[in-house]
């Protein structure tokens, strides 16, 4: 059994209350521009607690919203443009699952070495020759991070990787995620930190567009997947590395994100009664265990949005203080 590496990911959210537009720094391989952009409307819910703000949130961009109505609860720098690192891989996950034939077999190719290796990229362990069905290398993908499986399936959804990552500004545009764009299907730094950016708005849009899939969501939400061994592949066990799952009462996914322009960054989403709030976290951390901090700035965000949500089912439990082993590493 192979063991999925270290991951490389992370997504960038920044807030906009109330507003339709509004001055966005775009970050670009030498430094930064500033220039005013149309954002879509949203509409946003009013403060209506005694706290305008979750406390102690250190993410720099920032957004949390009702999943089922896309009402912002709350947002900070949400239409400044960032790298949001293997967050891009819900982008391309949704481009798959839409084309559909998720019991196709794919063939693990070769070009997979020469990338992991360029970016020191996390994988999911797979080796080229071996054979998957593209549902198992969702799991791959979505789970560990794989890098290696992002590159199967957009070698074969494209078919070939420049066409797929074409594709995904398609469907970007077709989503109307109007600030977002991909250089790269794994939202590694090729060719540049910065040619592969999104706004903590549109990841959030996406994140709802992305969790209406069935096939999508139940992947986002499974803590451990184990494949057995098969004359065409070894056996793997596959752990999510969403911090908040079995963590934190009603999580139910999303995605992780790390690069070194990124920072660490969490897309995630949380149930409470009928209600489900989905959010952005983007650059939280950029220390070795910054993972943790992204996950208490999830925390603080849920806590506070679900405590300003009507009541709806059962009592949520308490939280808690969220933690995680120091040597949780790299994503």
């Known amino acids: ?81 960032r790298p949001m690192g293997s967050i891009t891989k819900v982008m391309t996950a949704y481009l798959v699952i839409e084309a559909g034939d998720l019991n196709r077999v794919i063939t693990v190719p070769k070009g997979i070495v020469a990338y992991d290796d360029k970016f020191g990229a996390s994988t999911a362990g797979l080796r080229p020759g071996e054979k998957l069905t593209a549902l198992q290398l969702l799991y791959a993908m979505l789970l560990p991070s794989g890098c290696d499986a992002a590159y199967a399936l957009a070698a074969a959804y494209g078919p070939g990787t420049a066409a797929f990552i074409a594709k995904m500004n398609s469907l970007a545009g077709t989503l109307r995620l109007t600030k977002t764009h991909f250089s790269d299907f794994s939202g590694l730094p090729d060719p540049t930190e910065y040619s592969t950016y999104s706004t903590a708005r549109d990841l959030v ?110 009592p949520r439990r308490a939280a808690g203080s969220f933690r995680l082993s120091a040597g949780s590493g790299r994503r």
């Open 1 to 81: 059994m192979r063991i999925a590496g270290p991951l490389a990911a992370c997504a960038v959210v920044a807030g906009l209350i109330g507003a339709s537009a509004q001055p966005a720094l775009a970050a670009g391989s030498t430094g930064t521009a500033v220039r005013t952009v149309a954002v879509r409307t949203v509409a946003v819910r009013a403060d209506t607690g005694a706290a305008s703000a979750p406390a102690g949130v250190r993410a720099r961009f920032a957004e949390l919203a009702n999943l089922t109505t896309g009402t912002v609860v709350w947002s900070r720098s949400s239409a400044t443009e």
């Open 205 to 314: 849009s996406l994140g709802r567009d992305a969790m209406k899939l069935k096939v999508f969501r139940q992947i986002v939400a499974t803590r451990t997947y184990k494949l057995a061994k098969t004359a065409t592949h070894p056996k793997f066990t596959w752990q999510n590395l969403n911090p908040l799952l079995g963590k934190y009462p009603g999580a139910i996914g999303i995605k992780t994100g790390f690069t070194s322009a990124a920072g660490d960054c969490l897309l995630f989403a949380a149930e409470h009664g009928k209600q489900v709030l989905i959010g952005v976290v983007l650059d939280s951390s950029s220390s070795p265990s910054g993972l943790n901090v992204a996950a208490a700035d999830a925390t603080a965000m849920l806590n506070w949005g679900l405590g300003r949500l009507p009541a709806a089912g059962p």
